[in-house]
């Protein structure tokens, strides 16, 4: 089959949409994938290590503790304040999919950082 080529649309063109295609839909795969390891890992503190309370005993150091085994052999994206929001994300969406579909790929990064089910809401889209 030959590509006809035209003023308008070269074959550079063509490969460019594709590749940009290509790009996003791996950003968005990438991201989900994300999410739901960050959700299970909320979930795990949670249920595990918690025994389903909204937070660990005192004096435990629980997040402390995992951030610093963490951090140590997977780099600083789990730190303290991160396993924090992992936790959160959790406890705001006891059910995954009640969070997968609802977002849109720019709004995983405010999820984390939110603490509360009034502040959540209002970025639902």
Known sequence: MKIEKSDKHTAYDDIKLLLNQARNNVV???NSILLKTYWQIGKIIVTDEQNNADR????????KNLSKQL??????VFSRSNLQNMRNLYLLYP????????????HYGELFSLQTTTKRDGSQI
């Open 56 to 63: 660990a005993e005192y004096g435990t150091n629980l997040l």
């Open 95 to 106: 059910k995954c999919q009640t969070l997968f579909g609802k977002l849109k790929g720019s």
């Open 28 to 30: 968005v795969q990438v």
């Open 71 to 76: 951090t140590k052999e997977f780099g600083k």
